[in-house]
């Protein structure tokens, strides 16, 4: 049961953009669709929605092909736009009545949706004296855009919600009200599919995920099962001394370094316990010592970066 | 199961069109436009009794003329006499003269609501002819004199019939209108009214013309609504909430609307027009004028279901053209690229008027059948060759039948072709690159792990 994408491909001409994409969502929450500009992350989620056709490869919800017809989809597509020259209110009522709901609803949906992405001005100005706020798309700023590109997508209240960059382009304040949204979808038992570039974004949010890069699946799993796999190999030292012979002695190596404060990779526990070791017995102050995973970031970069050398 | 679909598929054309409706009449140069049409309409009959040469229209009004004396010099052997039988010309003096040219232009300087007229024959020719003039500072308008000089035309044409001394029976028999006609014997047997080849193929003319305005106004349209999402960056939203289908029937069926809705307003106008100045002129000289602006003998007497017929071709060709509109007007990205896209769309809709308009000369049953029921050709030919009794109801039905078949084809290839092309940005593609890009992009897949 769930959504499920199995052995997913697309070429062009000779150049294969999606490889035999494969995975699988069981339960509610987030799953990750990562990748490089161009690994064919959006060509991925738009055969999954159908609207390009596919080579090779299925996709399903709860064991059946995934339709329009058969799985209330919501959408925030990359490629982002609204009809410029018509009132917001109309084209949000016109896309969730196209989605099978009804005129009234839609607009009690749209009244909520706007209230909690703070944009009621635009659709329902509290006094006449304010009736000018009530603005087209082209007035619109980029973010406010965006939050009705948002809303349009859960108009329908979807069960699988497709998020492809959602926060790109947000303000702080706006990127907050954001992810305080797909929070809540995520209480509310969504199935939701992320792709961003924004790492700390996704490692907030997801529980599986995929890497994806050049077209083929780089890496995959559950977050937190990665991250083990990788085990503590990423040290943190602050002192208020230089600490760099010493930890270099330790044959430990130093990736960055601001200060006295050192981002180094270990090994292993046993490098950095040897290390440890050795900092106590010479004396040496230590402000911070912490051994700890490695970030999706680091993850990412170590799976895709060296490709990228080449 | 499929008839749930084709319900689902209907209601979403029909959210499609209401949106697109309400959002085309929502830009201002729209209700502007509508406006004047409606404006247009409504002045058209007043504006054709003011611009009609005939003076009937104007007699009929009991208003006197401007012109107070009028210098006559008959060089024919016809004595004309004043036309005191118009109310317009009861107390306008009649002043029978010899006088040379230079005398009368020296009376009408000095007199300002005076005219002359010169009734003459030509001596070669046989020809008579009524000159009328004015001085230069007169308060006479050539249409004034214009209408006047007509009136004494039909003074000499009774003054000739008098001498000749024909009575008012064989005079009414003289002036009446002989048609040439050209029908089958089945036909005439039938009684079928039908109409001579040189009437028939002007107003097939006009027809094809007509047909050619809307075909023309709605590619321009159509290519700019399938450019809209994408220019929009909407594609992906519209196309997770609709079928590139419905989406595509819906808007064409929108523009359908803003036409008759264009038709209905200009055409409501020159209705309550004619019914309004009807009150007050008398209107026949409008049948004519448009015959005789066609070249035609006489103007078809359109019944309703001949007008449900024309109306029901001119939409079948519409929705033809709409959806080839539709099938190269898929690869714009770009305002640029709807001079390409257009351009064929044109192409293809003349080769159908040129076919509809040089095969029937042929004058072969079986040509003309076969034009008739080709839809490219048959969109322009069929429900006016079936009025004028060319071809038979069967074939007409036939042709009709194939239209509909052809539109439905079309749709879903243009359905099909729009959802291939919607990512496409770039250069407008040749027709042959535009088929090879949709249909050689579903290519077999390789192996698990094989790279290209």
């Not at chain 2, 003096?93 to 020296?106: C, G, N």
């Not at chain 2, 609501?113 to 020719?125: D, F, G, L, P, R």
């Not at chain 2, 001949?306 to 071709?313: A, D, E, H, K, T």
Request: with cysteine.
């Amino acid at each position: 049961m769930g959504f499920a994408v199995n052995d997913l491909y697309k070429k062009y001409g000779e150049k294969v953009v999606v490889d035999h994409l494969s995975f699988q969502i069981d339960s509610p929450g987030v799953y990750a669709l990562l990748g490089t500009n161009g690994a064919g992350k959006t060509t991925s989620i738009r055969m999954i929605l159908g609207m390009l056709a596919k080579d090779g490869g299925t996709v399903t919800w709860n064991g059946q092909p995934l339709t329009m017809e058969n799985c209330n989809v919501g959408y925030l597509a990359e490629e982002r736009g609204l009809y410029p020259k018509c009132g917001l209110m109309d084209q949000l009522i016109y896309f969730a009545t196209l989605r099978g709901v009804s005129k009234a609803d839609a607009k009690k949906r749209i009244y909520y949706w706007a209230e909690k992405l703070d944009a009621m001005e635009y659709l329902k100005p509290p006094t006449l004296a304010k009736a000018a706020k009530i603005k087209k798309a082209d007035q619109l700023s980029k973010g406010n855009q965006q939050k009705f590109q948002l809303m349009a997508a859960l108009l329908s209240d979807p069960e699988l919600i497709i998020l492809d960059e959602p926060l790109s382009g947000l303000d702080p304040v706006n990127a907050d009200l954001f992810k305080g949204i797909i929070h809540e979808e995520i209480e509310k038992g969504k199935y939701l599919i992320m792709s961003s570039h924004q790492m700390a974004t996704i490692e907030e949010f997801c529980t599986d995920l995929t890497i994806l890069d050049r077209s083929k699946t780089v890496l995959q799993g559950n977050l937190a099962d990665i991250k083990k796999s990788y085990g503590r190999i990423h040290l943190y030292i602050k002192s208020e001394q230089d600490l760099e012979q010493q930890i270099m002695a330790a044959g430990v190596n130093i990736e960055s370094k601001v200060g006295f404060a050192y981002q180094c990779k270990v090994t292993g526990e046993e490098q950095a316990n040897a290390l440890l070791k050795a900092l106590v017995e010479q004396g040496v102050t230590l402000i911070a010592f912490e051994l700890c995973e490695p970030s999706l970031h680091d993850i990412f970069v170590e799976k895709v970066g060296d490709t990228h050398e080449e | 199961m499929k008839s749930n679909g084709i319900r689902m598929r209907l209601r979403e054309v029909g959210i499609v069109v209401r949106f697109a409706v309400k959002d085309h009449y929502r830009a201002l140069s729209v209700r502007i436009l509508l406006a004047l049409l409606l404006v247009a309409g409504l002045v058209s009959m007043p504006l054709l009794v003011f611009f009609n040469d005939d003076d009937t229209a104007a007699v009929d009004t009991g208003e006197r003329s401007v012109i107070t004396k009028l210098y006559v010099r008959n060089e024919t052997p016809f004595p004309v006499e004043a036309p005191t039988a118009s109310v317009r010309y009861a107390e306008m003096e009649w002043v029978p003269t010899e006088s040379s040219d230079e005398t009368m232009a020296k009376l009408l300087a000095e007199e300002t609501t005076a005219a002359a007229v010169v009734i003459s024959q030509n001596a070669e020719t046989g020809q008579f002819a009524v000159d009328g003039y004015y001085g230069e500072q007169s308060e006479i308008s050539g249409r004034e004199l214009d209408t006047l000089c007509g009136a004494v035309a039909e003074q000499l044409y009774d003054t000739m019939m008098q001498t000749l001394q024909v009575t008012q029976a064989q005079m009414d028999l003289l002036k009446s209108d002989i048609i040439a006609n050209t029908r089958t014997f089945s036909d005439y047997q039938n009684g079928e009214d039908v109409f001579g080849m040189a009437d028939s193929a002007l107003i097939s003319l006009l027809y094809s013309y007509l047909l050619l305005i809307v075909t023309a106004m709605a590619m321009g349209y159509i290519v700019q609504l399938c450019m809209e999402e994408k220019q929009s960056k909407l594609v992906e939203l519209v196309l997770i909430s609709v079928k590139p289908i419905s989406l595509l029937t819906g808007k064409i069926v929108a523009v359908t609307c803003f036409l008759l809705v264009m038709l209905v307003i200009g055409g409501g106008g020159v209705a309550v027009s004619y019914l309004v100045t009807s009150q007050f002129y008398s209107l026949d000289f409008v049948g004519e004028m448009i015959a005789g602006a066609l070249g035609v003998s006489r103007f078809p007497e359109f019944t309703v279901a001949s007008v449900l017929l024309c109306v029901v071709g001119i939409v079948l060709a519409y929705l033809l053209t709409a959806f080839l509109a539709v099938i190269f007007g898929s690869a714009c990205s770009r305002t640029e690229d709807v001079q390409p896209c257009t351009l064929i769309t044109t192409l293809f809709i003349m080769l159908g008027y040129l076919g509809a308009s040089f095969l029937p000369m042929m004058n072969h049953d079986v040509v003309l059948a076969v034009t008739c029921v080709f839809p490219l050709t048959g969109m322009f030919c069929a429900p006016i060759f079936f009025l004028c009794g060319k071809i038979s109801g069967w074939v007409m039905l036939l042709a009709f039948a194939v239209q509909i078949l052809t539109i439905v084809g079309l749709a879903k290839l243009s359905g099909t072709i729009y959802r291939a092309m919607i990512f496409y940005r770039g250069q407008y593609p040749s027709p042959a690159k535009l088929f090879a890009m949709v249909y050689g992009s579903k290519s077999k897949p390789s192996r698990k792990g094989e790279t290209s």
